[in-house]
Nanobody, 116 residues
C-alpha cells in the first residue's frame, strides 16, 4: 500500500496551494480519507476528512479556506488550500482508514510553508 502526497511548497500569506494524494494497493473507494498536519513542536492534528460517501468535515481554523475532494476513478484525494496563513505551516499527511476494518495507512508527508 502506498499513499503519495505532492503539491507542497512555499507560498506567501494569502496564497493558495493544492495538495494531492494518490493511493495504490487499496480499494480506494472503500476508504475514508483525511489530511493531517504537524507543525514543528506540535502534535499531529486532523485537518479535514472525506468519507467514502463524500461527506466532509473540517476543523474550525480552516473552514471556508480549505476544500477536500476525492476522485475515486483516479484513486486521488485533493486538498485545495486558499487564503493561507503562517499558522498553516506544517508537514501535511494523507491518511486512509477503512471504516469497517482496523486498517490505517499514511503517506510520507509534504511540507507547506506560508511565509513572506
Amino acid at each position: 500500500v502506498q499513499l503519495v502526497e505532492s503539491g507542497g511548497g512555499l507560498v506567501q500569506p494569502g496564497g493558495s496551494l493544492r495538495l494531492s494524494c494518490t493511493a495504490s494497493g487499496i480499494i480506494f473507494g472503500h476508504y475514508n480519507m483525511a489530511w493531517y498536519r504537524q507543525a514543528p513542536g506540535k502534535q499531529r492534528e486532523l485537518v479535514t476528512t472525506i468519507t467514502n460517501g463524500g461527506t466532509t468535515n473540517y476543523i474550525d481554523s480552516v473552514k471556508g479556506r480549505f476544500t477536500i475532494s476525492r476522485d475515486n476513478a483516479k484513486n486521488t484525494v485533493i486538498l485545495q488550500m486558499n487564503s493561507l496563513k503562517p499558522e498553516d505551516t506544517a508537514l501535511y499527511y494523507c491518511n486512509a482508514e477503512h471504516p469497517n476494518y482496523e486498517t490505517n495507512y499514511w503517506g510520507q508527508g509534504t511540507q507547506v510553508t506560508v511565509s513572506s
